[in-house]
């Protein structure tokens, strides 16, 4: 069981930067795998970054270049720094953590935090 709970939202103008926290709990070791995703309002969720065990991130095409994810050292928080937000990065964004499949759970496990929300004023 792992138990994630996000902050660092708020509003903000155009061109400006907010810096999410996602703090992790629980069997934290597990982890393979954290990622941010967001929901607009009256949209579906959708993926925003993911940065595996080994450190290596990627990044949705709209937010390539501006946002960075970033894991600390003990692996109980993940960061995600949004620089030069836009009107069209205002979402709820909700922390994910993947574990993957074993022997009691072939499909692998997904948590996911509370959100948190983010807008951005024009």
């Known amino acids: 069981q792992v138990q994630l709970v996000e902050s660092g939202g708020g509003s903000v103008r155009g061109g400006g930067s907010l810096r999410l926290s996602c703090a992790a709990s629980?069997?934290?070791?597990?982890?393979?795998?954290m990622a941010w995703y967001r929901r607009p309002l009256g949209k579906q969720r959708e993926w925003v970054a993911t940065?595996?065990?080994?450190?290596?991130?990627n990044y949705e095409d709209s937010v390539k270049d501006r946002f960075t994810i970033s894991v600390d050292n003990d692996k109980t928080t993940t960061i995600l720094q949004m620089n030069n937000l836009k009107p069209t990065d205002t979402a709820t964004y909700y922390c994910?953590?993947?574990?993957?499949?074993?022997?009691?759970?072939?499909?692998?496990?997904?948590?996911w935090g509370q959100g948190t929300q983010v807008t951005v004023f024009p």
């Open positions: 629980g069997n934290i070791a597990a982890i393979d795998r």
């Open positions: 994910n953590a993947y574990r993957s499949p074993d022997t009691s759970y072939p499909q692998g496990y997904n948590y």
């Open positions: 940065i595996t065990k080994g450190g290596i991130a």
